[in-house]
C-alpha cells in the first residue's frame, strides 16, 4: 500500500502558484520523499524528490516539514500543461527500490 | 537524461493470442525493472520486478504464468501477456533507475516508459 495521502483534486487559476500537499506519517529515516506527475495517457514524469532539505528545480520546488511527516509540491507559474495527476510517493533511494503509487492527486489548472 | 523506452505503444490483440512488450533502458543500465498496470481512471499497480538474469517477483494477486517477464539483458525487459482475454486490456507501463558504473546509484528516480495501450478484443 502506498504511505501517502493527497487530496483528491484540486484547481489552481494559470498564472498562480500550485501548492500541493502530502502527508506521510509513516515515513522512516532512509526514505525520500518522490514527486510524480501523470499527463493523461502518458507515463509518469519525474519532477522532484528530497530527504529532509527543501528543494528547487527548474520545474517546482519542494518543501518538507522538519519533522518529515508531510511535504508539499510548489508549482510556482502553473500553466495550462501543467493540469496532470500528481504522485507523491516515498521510496528508498536504490534501483531495487519499489515505487508505489497512490491516488494522487488531480490538478485542473483554470485559464 | 536517462530514457526508459517502451514498444509498441499501442497494440490490438484478439483474444487467445500472446502479447509481447518491451521495456529497454536507452542510456544505462537496469538490472530491475518494474511492470505496472493502470486501468482508466484509476493509478498504477505494481504487477513486478522484473530482475536480470533470475526470476521476477510478482505482487500479491499477479499470476506469473499469465504474466511472463523475461529480464535477459541489462537494457531489456519483456512482458508477456499470455492467452490474452478483454479484461487484460489496460495500459502497461515500465520504469528503471539508473544504476550506474559500481551496479547501485544512490539517490536516483525513476524513468518510467511511455507505456503501452493493450486492447483485447
Known amino acids: 500500500d502506498a504511505k501517502t495521502t493527497q487530496p483528491t483534486s484540486m484547481d489552481c487559476a494559470e498564472g498562480r502558484a500550485a501548492n500541493l500537499p502530502c502527508n506521510h506519517s509513516?515515513?522512516?529515516?532512509?526514505?525520500?520523499v518522490y514527486w510524480y506527475r501523470q499527463i493523461h495517457s502518458q507515463g509518469p514524469q519525474y519532477i522532484i524528490h528530497?530527504?529532509?532539505n527543501n528543494e528547487t528545480n527548474e520545474m517546482a520546488s519542494l518543501i518538507i516539514t522538519e519533522d518529515r511527516k508531510s511535504s508539499t509540491l510548489i508549482l510556482p507559474h502553473a500553466t495550462l500543461r501543467d493540469t496532470a495527476v500528481y504522485y507523491c510517493i516515498v521510496s528508498g533511494k536504490t534501483s531495487y527500490d519499489k515505487v508505489i503509487f497512490g491516488p494522487g492527486t488531480s490538478l485542473s489548472v483554470i485559464p | 537524461g536517462a530514457v526508459v523506452s517502451q514498444h509498441p505503444s499501442r497494440v490490438i490483440c484478439k483474444s487467445g493470442t500472446s502479447v509481447k512488450i518491451e521495456c529497454r533502458s536507452l542510456?544505462?543500465?537496469?538490472?530491475?525493472m518494474f511492470w505496472y498496470r493502470q486501468f482508466p481512471k484509476q493509478s498504477l499497480m505494481l504487477m513486478a520486478t522484473?530482475?536480470?538474469?533470475?526470476?521476477?517477483?510478482?505482487e500479491q494477486g499477479v499470476e506469473k504464468d499469465k504474466f511472463l517477464i523475461n529480464h535477459a539483458s541489462l537494457t531489456l525487459s519483456t512482458l508477456t501477456v499470455t492467452s490474452a482475454h478483454p479484461e487484460d486490456s489496460s495500459f502497461y507501463i515500465c520504469?528503471?533507475?539508473?544504476?550506474?558504473?559500481?551496479?547501485?546509484?544512490?539517490?536516483?528516480?525513476?524513468?518510467f516508459g511511455q507505456g503501452t495501450r493493450l486492447t483485447v478484443v
Open positions: 509513516t515515513i522512516s529515516g532512509n526514505e525520500y
Open positions: 528530497g530527504l529532509k
Open positions: 542510456d544505462f543500465q537496469a538490472t530491475t
Open positions: 522484473s530482475n536480470e538474469g533470475s526470476k521476477a517477483t510478482y
Open positions: 520504469s528503471a533507475r539508473d544504476e550506474g558504473d559500481r551496479g547501485t546509484v544512490e539517490n536516483t528516480e525513476a524513468f
